[in-house]
């Protein structure tokens, strides 16, 4: 498994802007589909979007496209998640998750999680 750290979270008006970041232990990052999930108050977890081995092909939720980039570096082990016009819908603990799989498809596993990130869209 690969640890994940995420960071960046935090308090924001609505119509901000937060940058987040996930640093994976494992030197296999670059093999890794990285993904970001959320999780708000008294709701199920939810896919918010996911990138491929290489950085070359992202996938997202209806909810945040158009607002929210993922981006990966793989020379430093890190993903991470741009998020602009935030709303106080967006308001969730935000998780980064690592799959074993190069390639992104729906509903696909993910098998190593980090431990969270608070983000809080004040209206």
């Known amino acids: 498994q690969v640890q994940l750290v995420e960071s960046g979270g935090g308090l924001v008006q609505a119509g901000g802007s937060l940058r987040l970041s996930c640093a994976a232990s494992?030197?296999?990052?670059?093999?890794?589909?990285m993904g970001w999930f959320r999780q708000a108050p008294g709701k199920e977890r939810e896919f918010v979007a996911a990138?491929?081995?290489?950085?070359?092909?992202?996938y997202y939720a209806d909810s945040v496209k158009g607002r929210f980039t993922i981006s990966r570096d793989n020379a430093k082990n890190t993903v991470y998640l741009q998020m602009n016009s935030l709303k106080p819908e967006d308001t969730a603990v935000y998780y980064c998750?690592?799959?074993?799989?190069?390639?992104?498809?729906?509903?696909?596993?993910?098998?190593?999680w980090g431990q969270g990130t608070q983000v809080t869209v004040s209206s």
């Open positions: 494992r030197r296999t990052f670059s093999s890794n589909t």
């Open positions: 998750a690592a799959s074993s799989s190069r390639t992104y498809s729906s509903g696909m596993r993910f098998g190593s």
């Open positions: 990138i491929n081995w290489s950085g070359g092909s992202t």
